[in-house]
């Protein structure tokens, strides 16, 4: 296919322009296969690519047999975008909870990490054998303001025995005790609102912002890496990232309400 497919000419996806770098915003988590496609098709990043996640699920269920099976075709002969979106639409999970494992089927993800999520039964570490593109692996890593502090995955330099495969696969690289992010890998920043919501009285709701800007803004002992926030570490990722997109999943903030309250809170263009 040589013609060059606008992504932002699709429905329901939104191409905003910003200095770090391209935001694709769009409602359903599993549309992000469709934009990792047709980067694909338009040879614009290399894939597989790796996925630092944002999200309060971890979207990691299985494929369905027979989602594997056009998965498997696909992989034989590459499907035109209206094949693909029909796919994605009517193919995979409605709940959007196994996107993650069908793009590494399609050998669009590598390896995944997954910040925030507090609806996962995940361990730190899950692997996932692939039908054609061999193990990939997600990281399950907590809070990233917790992942940053004193003794979180990212600063504790002591236990390389126990996050040394996670610092290497990351691109956290130890030099003389200190930490600088470098990943050798290609990366994208991909982030569900759900993952800045909560639970309070059986409703879910925004974090209120007083809540969720000390979290983010709070200042922690550079003991072992450079970032003094949570908020300056995101910005990092954002700044090397490919691209970055945004899934508002609104059944999972607790309505549309609150999900644009969420971006219109934290979401700068």
């Not at 934009?35 to 309060?56: M, R, T």
């Not at 890593?141 to 610092?167: H, P, Q, T, V, Y």
Request: charged letters at 25%; aromatic letters at 16%; one cysteine or more.
């Amino acid at each position: 296919m040589n013609e060059e497919i606008h992504i932002g000419q699709r429905a329901n996806i939104n191409v905003k322009y910003t200095p770090s770098g391209n935001v694709i915003v769009y409602e359903d988590h599993r549309t992000i296969l469709n934009v990792l496609y047709i980067k694909k098709l338009n040879k614009e990043i290399a894939f597989p690519v790796n996925i630092i996640l944002f999200d309060n699920h971890d979207d990691f269920c299985k494929p369905n047999t027979l989602t594997l099976e056009i998965i498997n075709k696909f992989n034989e002969n590459e499907p035109s975008i209206r094949d693909f979106w029909t796919f994605t639409e009517f193919d995979i999970r409605t709940l959007d909870d196994d996107w993650i494992k069908v793009g590494m089927e399609l050998g669009l993800i590598g390896n995944v990490f997954l910040f925030n999520a507090t609806e996962t039964s995940l361990g730190f570490l899950t692997t996932y054998e692939t039908v054609k593109f061999g193990t990939k692996k997600l990281y399950n890593l907590g809070f990233i303001w917790d992942a940053i502090s004193n003794r979180g995955c990212l600063n504790d330099i002591i236990k390389e025995d126990e996050f040394g495969e996670f610092w290497d696969d990351f691109g956290w690289i130890n030099q003389q005790g200190q930490f600088y992010f470098e990943p050798k890998n290609k990366f994208i920043v991909d982030f569900d609102l759900d993952c800045f919501s909560t639970e309070v009285l059986d409703k879910r709701i925004a974090i209120p912002s007083e809540i969720l800007d000390e979290k983010l803004k709070k200042k922690y002992r550079r003991d072992n890496h450079s970032y003094y926030s949570s908020q300056e570490f995101i910005n990092e990722l954002l700044n090397q990232s490919e691209f970055t997109t945004i899934c508002f999943e609104n059944q999972f903030c607790g309505g549309f309400s609150q999900s644009f309250k969420i971006f219109n809170m934290y979401i700068r263009f």
